[in-house]
């Protein structure tokens, strides 16, 4: 089930990061429905974006969905130049439903975006080449308060997603202040590391008296 919440003409256009009466503003837990915010399955110090401005820009665009509104992160293309993607890996496989993208304001906010799953050498020169995975249309949206849902059974085992983003809706550049993906992870990367964990300590723990119990994972 998804959640694609509407909200009236002059909540929606007040300026990135304003909070008021009426704001359109709602909780994580009433946008989510039955899936959850994918940050944690993201690898965010590993989120390249092409043709930004500001090198190593594009992965400050996602933080949790309480911090959505800090418009001191963006990413931005530079001046006369609308194209950008931002190529995400996944830490482990996970199914996608929805994406919510807070732009920028003066019409920098991007008017769509083709989504890509499992492609990671994909660029600008061969994104026009490719059918994309699904096309969204965006609207502005300072406030995360929509969820825009995408075809789920294409995107059920996602490791790698690439969002193209074209054009903005009618600046000079293109400005994304905050990226949400929706959806379900995957157990997989977090029984990887407790099998490390495990290991590591094992290693630690020649040395100590049989009758100290180890610690187990609660899972």
Request: aromatic content about 8%; some cysteine.
């Amino acid at each position: 089930t998804f959640s694609f919440w509407l909200i009236s003409h002059s909540d929606c256009c007040a300026m990135p990061g304003e909070h008021g009466t009426g704001c359109g503003c709602v909780h994580e837990e009433d946008l989510s429905g039955q899936a959850q915010l994918l940050l944690p399955w993201i690898d965010v110090p590993a989120v390249i974006g092409l043709n930004e401005e500001v090198p190593n820009s594009a992965s400050s665009t996602f933080r949790p969905y309480e911090n959505r509104l800090e418009d001191r992160f963006s990413v931005e293309t530079p001046e006369g130049d609308e194209e950008l993607m931002i190529k995400v890996p996944f830490v482990s496989p996970a199914k996608v439903t929805a994406i919510t993208v807070i732009g920028g304001d003066g019409g920098t906010a991007p008017s769509k975006v083709k989504l890509y799953i499992n492609k990671e050498e994909l660029d600008f020169t061969g994104v026009n080449d490719m059918d994309a995975t699904q096309e969204v249309d965006l609207v502005e949206d300072f406030h995360g308060a929509l969820q825009l849902p995408l075809r789920a059974a294409k995107f059920l085992s996602v490791t790698h997603l690439c969002l193209y983003f074209p054009q903005s809706l009618g600046g000079d550049r293109t400005r994304i202040h905050w990226i949400g993906l929706w959806g379900v992870g995957s157990e997989h990367k977090r029984q990887a590391v407790v099998t490390i964990y495990e290991s590591i300590g094992s290693k630690k723990d020649q040395d100590v008296k049989d009758d100290v119990m180890p610690t187990q994972d609660a899972a």
